[in-house]
């Protein structure tokens, strides 16, 4: 057995705010950052602004730049393609409710894939997977 130095754990990758916005925050990861931004500027044309969070991990979980745009917009939009059930949006919307309860002026949307199997075909697995418009439905609902 040798001895082993262990390194100090620093971690640079907390959430990153891609977007500035204040009617509503929209926290994503993955491939759902760039469909929320898709959506945040399509919608910024009718006037809403959004901000958009980019999680980049989730262990550690940002949660005081979540909480800082929930402060800051009131309103806030889980966007994840994992499942409705038991997956990301729940914990974040969980975050929102349990620490951001007296930031909330509306309860926070989630936008997930359905509880359901995902087809082989690419068709049938783009019918569930969230998409830019599932986005801005949910941003239009909460606003």
């Known amino acids: 057995m040798g001895n082993y130095a262990l390194a100090p754990f620093t971690c640079q990758c907390l959430a990153e705010v891609k977007r500035e916005g204040k009617d509503v925050t ?3 990861n ?3 950052v760039p469909r ?3 959506a945040a500027g399509k919608l910024q044309k009718e006037g809403i602004s959004v901000e958009v969070i980019d999680l980049r991990t989730l262990v550690p979980l940002d949660k005081e730049t979540i909480l800082r745009s929930l402060k800051k917009t009131g ?6 393609e994992g499942p409705m059930t038991c ?3 729940g914990e974040i919307a969980g975050l929102a409710a349990g620490e951001g309860y007296n930031y909330l002026n509306k ?3 989630r936008v997930a894939m359905p ?3 995902i087809g082989f075909s690419p068709v049938l697995e783009n019918f569930v997977v969230p998409d830019e418009t599932n986005i801005i439905q949910a ?5």
């Open 36 to 38: 929320s931004l898709s």
């Open 139 to 143: 941003i239009r609902d909460i606003v």
């Open 75 to 80: 309103r806030m939009v889980v966007v994840d």
């Open 115 to 117: 509880d359901v199997p």
């Open 30 to 32: 993955a491939l759902m």
């Open 107 to 109: 309860p926070v949307k």
């Open 87 to 89: 997956g990301l949006t």
């Open 26 to 28: 929209v926290v994503a």
